[in-house]
């Protein structure tokens, strides 16, 4: 039996910053707002004193617990895929706050360049320079469009940075200033300067000074611990959504939060979404909570599976390549984030110190900063150097010929623990026909419904791009003075790790509904009171990380959602573009 | 085989001469260099005392709470202490205490699998290609297309948990060793031990319901987790791994020391001296 719920006016999915920002707006706005979260309660007293490498680090205290749901993966359409099983191998976010809480506070804007990569690709290379497998898209918003949703996010977030001398117009500074520079961040802009290079210090989600919001949250000055990546942080020092937009909605009185809620379906009824289905997961009672918006605010993963299981939207089929749910599905997998380990023999750094985006970093070849003209590849990457504090049993780097265990692995391993560091290509990755998700065949979740099917493989333009970016990354390394450069190896194929949590796509923005599944109010166009907010929007992945671009969707979406509630109705007019491949 | 039952030393099950060769160590007491002498005629009985301290992880955790054969739990600390040798640099996996980190990680909720998505079907790569695929660089290795089974796949696909798989392998070491080397693992030379784990970590031993690769992966992943994980969890004893590392533990701040050119030595602090218990 399901329990019927009083009416609300917006329910959200998912806690992390997308469902969050949403959260604090509509509910400061006057909305009364539900989130549901999957996860357990979390606040910050859940982080303070638990710097335990092993927990969090290697048995992913903070991930999602596959036991009663995962995906399944495989490279090619005509294969079975197959269950990924371990939390080694699948990491997504849970609790409160959602993956918005282990993030490591690396803040990138995506470039103008992003939004209409389609158009601007076409216009300086010509249409031949786009493969027909390719299938990425103009979002149907611009940067400039764009500019002050980041800049409310940064905010909102207090982000500690200063802006890439290579990056677009900004409407205003960080509102803090960047983080202090370590000696590896020094040697790597003395290094790239002397090539001509343009390096920056990494914005910063961990604050440089204490900082109060302009919804009056207060966040901490970092204190360089290390314990920041797949933490919670000890100090309310790194923004996240239980330090700001959480603790805001709260204050308004009409925001309710309602941890341990699995949510099965989202409920569709002529035309419209009428609520979502939820089980209580303590008790096991499900929940009908009606309301006259749902937002699908949950990771990437969620927010497609949840559409697909509720029969909502057109399913992208691969073999017609039509309809539009699962379509470009698109994720930094291994072969993002490669470059060259610098060992030094002679030098020592304090490496255990760090940050979660202590960091340098240079745009020269990322975009279309650079000319592709005579490159195999369109698109590039930020290449940095980043200082996350090294944990005791992470950092076992040991130059190319060593064994992997023994005396001079010992030997090796523990001389170059504070002598070693990796410059990476954090390279873009395009979308494709043959690269989506659907619905697995064969394997079920605990309430036996069928688990997200995910289809992915490499394909040229990833290969040639990891190649290129891990020689920039080598003569980096060799500038910079180290003794032994090891440069990674492009993979042939993916590897089915789904271990840095940036997969996007499937539910995307666009200007067309024949090639998109919302607008760039993050509305569905199917369907004017379902809005699906989160990377699930992003029609390919840019060559920087995402969590601001995220963070910026969640305004653009609430000031829609806003927008529906007064007036109702589609928020957009779809236009025909030429059609896809 | 030359060795009489007499001449084994009961506690650990090594024979005295292995013993000696391999390590100057007797799992779960440890016995520093300068006694090694004495140790050979007279003291190979004796359980060096262990002294607790304010900051040690003590003796009172060493003693098995999954691991059920004493035989089982040898073979397990010489095959750690392969992996992670004593040197002079310092302590390898016995005297770390990584045997019963390792032992205690097979009886919680990640030697149980008990997060990971276990619902069948199984279907197994080590039914076309005898291995799981546990590395990077196994990628493009596995069967073809005509079996049906998809490569690469992810790479846990088995039945059986961690601990079983530990319980299996360490057996398993066990018989080839026998079978290949004529006597039992822990006799065996230490570059003949060294070969029995090679056997294992390509592949090539072969095991019922999940591949040898696999175990030697995570026997290697657990090796180095209790040489370094914080002390609370039964390695890493008295922090001796973070020492050699110049690993300083959990600290509340190093906001004024981050930009500073020159390296900083710290004595290590545990989480138990972090929450200040």
């Known amino acids: 039996m399901v329990v019927k719920l009083d009416k609300v006016d917006v329910v959200i999915v998912g806690t992390g910053w997308a469902g969050g920002v949403v959260s604090a707006e509509l509910s400061k706005a006057g909305y009364k707002v539900v989130a549901l979260?999957?996860?357990?309660n979390v606040t910050r007293d859940d982080y303070i004193g638990v710097k335990d490498e092993l927990r969090y680090t290697n048995r992913y205290e903070m991930m999602q617990n596959l036991a009663p749901e995962t995906i399944t993966s495989r490279n090619y359409i005509d294969e079975a895929a197959l269950p990924v099983r371990t939390r080694k191998e699948m990491m997504a976010g849970t609790d409160l706050g959602g993956g918005s809480v282990h993030w490591a506070g690396a803040t990138y804007r995506w470039k103008a360049y992003d939004f209409e990569i389609k158009s601007k690709t076409i216009e300086r290379y010509g249409k031949a320079k786009i493969p027909n497998d390719m299938t990425i898209q103009d979002w149907g918003i611009t940067y400039d469009e764009m500019e002050k949703y980041y800049d409310r996010w940064e905010k909102t977030a207090g982000i500690s940075g200063e802006p890439d001398p290579l990056g677009d117009k900004r409407s205003s500074d960080y509102p803090n200033p960047p983080m202090k520079e370590s000696p590896a961040i020094r040697l790597f802009k003395d290094a790239t300067k002397k090539m001509g290079y343009h390096p920056y210090q990494v914005a910063s989600g961990n604050l440089s000074q204490a900082y109060t919001n302009p919804d009056g949250e207060q966040i901490n000055q970092c204190m360089f611990c290390s314990f920041c990546t797949q933490y919670g942080c000890d100090f309310g020092a790194k923004s996240d959504p239980l330090v700001t937009v959480i603790p805001t909605a709260m204050k308004t009185g009409n925001f309710e939060v309602r941890t341990g809620s699995y949510v099965k379906r989202v409920l569709y009824k002529g035309g419209k979404a009428t609520g979502v289905l939820y089980?209580?997961?303590?008790?096991?009672?499900?929940?009908?909570?009606?309301?006259?918006?749902?937002?699908?605010?949950?990771?990437?993963?969620?927010?497609?599976?949840?559409?697909l299981l509720s029969g909502i939207g057109r399913p992208y089929n691969p073999k017609t390549k039509k309809g539009v749910i699962g379509r470009n599905f698109n994720a930094q997998f291994n072969i993002t984030f490669l470059g060259a380990r610098g060992f030094f023999k002679d030098k020592k750094f304090n490496s255990y110190m760090g940050a979660g985006a202590l960091g340098a970093t240079l745009s020269d070849f990322a975009g279309d900063n650079f000319d592709h003209s005579k490159l195999?590849?369109?698109?590039?990457?930020?290449?940095?150097?980043?200082?996350?504090?090294?944990?005791?049993?992470?950092?076992?780097?040991?130059?190319?010929?060593?064994?992997?265990?023994?005396?001079?692995?010992?030997?090796?391993?523990?001389?170059?623990t504070n002598r070693s560091y990796v410059a990476w290509y954090t390279m873009a990755t395009m979308s494709?026909?043959?690269?989506?998700?659907?619905?697995?065949?064969?394997?079920?979740?605990?309430?036996?419904?069928?688990?997200?099917?995910?289809?992915?493989?490499?394909?040229?333009?990833?290969?040639?791009?990891?190649?290129?970016?891990?020689?920039?990354?080598?003569?980096?390394?060799?500038?910079?003075?180290?003794?032994?450069?090891?440069?990674?190896?492009?993979?042939?194929?993916?590897?089915?790790?789904?271990?840095?949590?940036h997969y996007a796509g499937g539910v995307i923005m666009g200007a067309d509904p024949e090639t998109s599944a919302v607008n760039n109010y993050l509305q569905m166009w199917d369907v004017d009171n379902l809005f699906v907010v989160g990377g699930s929007a992003f029609p390919q992945f840019a060559g920087h990380h995402p969590t601001a671009t995220i963070g910026a969707l969640g305004y653009r979406a609430s000031e829609g959602i806003e927008k529906y509630l007064k007036n109702g109705g589609q928020l957009v007019k779809g236009k025909q573009e030429s059609a896809s491949v | 085989m030359a060795d009489k039952p007499t001449d084994r030393n009961e506690k650990s099950g090594m024979s005295r001469r292995a013993f000696i060769k391999?390590?100057?160590?007797?799992?779960?007491?440890?016995?520093?260099?300068?006694?090694?002498?004495?140790?050979?005629?007279?003291?190979?009985?004796?359980?060096?005392?262990?002294?607790?301290?304010?900051?040690?992880?003590?003796?009172?955790?060493?003693?098995?709470?999954?691991?059920?054969?004493?035989e089982d739990f040898d073979i397990l600390s010489a095959a750690t202490e392969r992996l992670f040798p004593k040197d002079d640099l310092g302590p390898g996996a016995i005297e770390l205490g990584i045997p019963y980190f390792i032992d205690k990680q097979l009886a919680g909720e990640w030697g149980m699998n008990s997060k990971e998505y276990m619902k069948g079907p199984f279907i197994t790569n080590i039914q076309a290609a005898?291995?799981?695929?546990?590395?990077?660089?196994?990628?493009?290795?596995?069967?073809?297309?005509?079996?049906?089974?998809?490569?690469p796949t992810p790479r846990y696909q088995s039945i059986l948990n961690r601990s079983e798989v530990f319980t299996l392998g360490l057996r398993k070491i066990n018989e080839?060793?026998?079978?290949?080397?004529?006597?039992?693992?822990?006799?065996?030379?230490?570059?003949?031990?060294?070969?029995?784990?090679?056997?294992?970590?390509?592949?090539?031993?072969?095991?019922?319901?999940?591949?040898?690769?696999?175990?030697?992966?995570?026997?290697?992943?657990?090796?180095?987790?209790?040489?370094?994980?914080?002390p609370v969890y039964g390695g890493n004893k008295d922090m001796m791994g973070w020492k050699m590392k110049e690993y300083p533990g959990p600290r509340a701040s190093f906001l004024n020391d981050i930009e500073k050119e020159e390296f900083i030595k710290m004595d290590p602090v545990s989480l138990r001296n972090y929450q200040g218990h």
């Not at chain 2, 070969?195 to 031993?205: A, Q």
Request: include cysteine; aromatic fraction near 10%; charged fraction near 25%.
């Open chain 1, 37 to 40: 979260e999957r996860g357990k």
């Open chain 1, 279 to 307: 089980v209580d997961n303590m008790t096991g009672i499900e929940y009908e909570q009606p309301a006259d918006v749902v937002v699908l605010a949950a990771f990437t993963f969620t927010n497609n599976r949840l559409l």
């Open chain 1, 376 to 416: 195999d590849f369109i698109n590039g990457g930020g290449i940095e150097l980043r200082q996350y504090g090294s944990g005791a049993i992470a950092t076992n780097h040991v130059p190319n010929g060593t064994p992997s265990w023994g005396p001079e692995f010992k030997k090796n391993s523990i001389y170059y």
């Open chain 1, 432 to 501: 494709y026909w043959h690269n989506f998700v659907d619905l697995d065949p064969t394997y079920t979740d605990s309430f036996n419904d069928p688990l997200l099917r995910i289809t992915y493989k490499y394909t040229d333009q990833d290969k040639n791009m990891a190649k290129f970016g891990i020689e920039k990354c080598s003569e980096i390394m060799k500038e910079m003075g180290a003794d032994i450069v090891d440069e990674d190896e492009v993979p042939q194929e993916f590897d089915h790790v789904y271990d840095g949590g």
């Open chain 2, 22 to 70: 391999n390590t100057g160590l007797v799992a779960g007491g440890v016995v520093g260099g300068g006694l090694f002498g004495g140790l050979f005629t007279n003291q190979l009985q004796k359980k060096s005392p262990v002294t607790p301290h304010e900051n040690t992880s003590g003796g009172l955790q060493d003693a098995r709470v999954f691991i059920n054969r004493a």
């Open chain 2, 130 to 151: 005898g291995t799981h695929n546990v590395k990077r660089d196994q990628d493009t290795q596995g069967p073809n297309a005509a079996t049906q089974v998809p490569t």
């Open chain 2, 176 to 230: 080839v060793a026998q079978k290949d080397f004529g006597a039992r693992f822990v006799d065996l030379d230490p570059e003949k031990q060294d070969e029995v784990l090679r056997m294992f970590e390509e592949g090539k031993v072969e095991m019922k319901g999940v591949g040898s690769s696999n175990f030697f992966s995570l026997l290697l992943q657990t090796t180095i987790e209790g040489a370094y994980a914080d």
